[in-house]
């Protein structure tokens, strides 16, 4: 998370430590991604306050359960969907031996 606040900060104008050298959205330049960004954020917006018929985001709720996972039959028994997990990608498991 820390990399995208980091760059909507840099296109949008603030004040960043550590700037990249070039932003990749629009045609590079700062204006021309930070018009990109707020347009693209502007949608996002204009369509949760279509969708919940108010602009006020704290009425912005979706159905948790259009992510469940949903399960082929492959035999006798019938497994309902489970909700969504977010789970890291990279696992690891370390054993350590006495």
């Keep these: 998370m820390r990399y995208l606040s980091k760059v909507l900060r840099q296109a949008l104008g603030r004040r960043v430590r550590g700037r990249y050298r070039m932003l990749r959205c629009a045609d590079g330049r700062r204006a021309a991604c930070a018009a990109a ?8 917006v204009g369509a949760l ?3 919940s018929g108010s602009a006020l ?6 159905d948790a359960r259009r992510d469940d996972i949903h399960f082929a039959v492959g ?3 019938v497994v309902g969907p489970m909700p969504w997990q ?3 990608t990279f696992q ?6 006495p």
């Design 57 to 62: 985001p704290d009425t912005w709720h979706a």
């Design 86 to 88: 977010n789970r890291p």
């Design 75 to 77: 035999g006798a028994l």
């Design 92 to 97: 690891q498991v370390v054993q350590i031996r």
């Design 37 to 44: 960004v707020r347009g693209s954020l502007a949608a996002a």
């Design 49 to 51: 306050t279509a969708r």
